[in-house]
């Protein structure tokens, strides 16, 4: 195959501990075609970018890389869609960000070997295994057999049916992103996964591709936003995104929408540490096991609980 046939994605920022890692494991891929790997920085204030000039120079046939002089994230751009999208020259799009990394070298084979195959399918994802910086303990988040993702999955389970690092897409359906998908915010790949299932086909892989590192220090919205402040910020914008993907669904999945909504805002009330309304939302608050329904319950009684748990928190 003489034409690329796959775009790898790599958004990275102050990822200089990781990246060679990441970009080490897309160009050790085993394919009978041809790929390219778009590299994004957004102005990171580390080596990142000495980095992938490195690579640039090193493999100029693959790397295509890209330099930001200020932050665009923090100025609500959409990286992947809004400066890499039109770059893109291949039939499909993989995805993984500078401080993960793939572990099969033969992941981008596997995968445009299916969808090569079964043009019915729009995405093919996998497993992952997810592994604490701190602690370096690791857990596998994902089913161990194959199947189709379901609307049910992708809504409830938020962007926990499959990692961002796993996704194999065609370029042509991906352009196709509709108007709820850009209301990402900090939510990122989740409406994207909304958007797969509702106008296509999922496969899921069993087997474990890719890796997520979770607890890196290189997180925009952890360096700028206080941590309830962020997480509040999150759950309101996954609602935001989940009533549009209502409406672009013309409604016809409304009781499914609605429970995700629910359990969303009940998610919100904790995160801006509301608990006084939070005990009231029975459906939610009556499935916390017993002791944090305790821990719930002392906090809407005696507020400045809450104020101790935040600076023991804090420190």
Known sequence: MDEIAVSIICVTYCHEKYLRKALDSFLSQKTDFKFEILVHDDASGDETPNIMREYEHKYPDIVRAVYQKENLYSKGVRITDEILLPMVRGKYMAFCEGDDYWCDDNKLQKQVDFLESHPE????????????????????????????????????????????????????????????????????????????????KVFYMPEIMSVHIIGTETSWTRTILPFHETRAQFYRDIINMLKAANEYSHHKYDNLFAEAIGFNEYNLLQARQDYKSLVKVKKYYNREIFIVRVIYKLFSWFPFLIKISNFIRER
């Not at 995405?123 to 609307?151: A, M, Q, W």
């Not at 194999?168 to 359906?173: A, E, G, M, S, Y």
């Open 121 to 200: 399918y729009t995405v093919c994802v996998h497993n992952t295994r997810d592994i604490y910086l701190k602690s370096g303990k690791s857990k596998i988040p994902f089913g161990d057999k194959e199947k189709d993702l379901t609307l049910e999955d992708v809504i409830m389970r938020g962007s926990q049916s499959f990692h961002y690092s796993s996704q194999l897409v065609r370029t042509d359906f991906y352009k196709r992103l509709p108007e709820f998908a850009t209301l990402a915010g900090m939510v990122e790949d989740y409406p994207d996964s909304v958007y797969y299932v509702l106008d296509g």
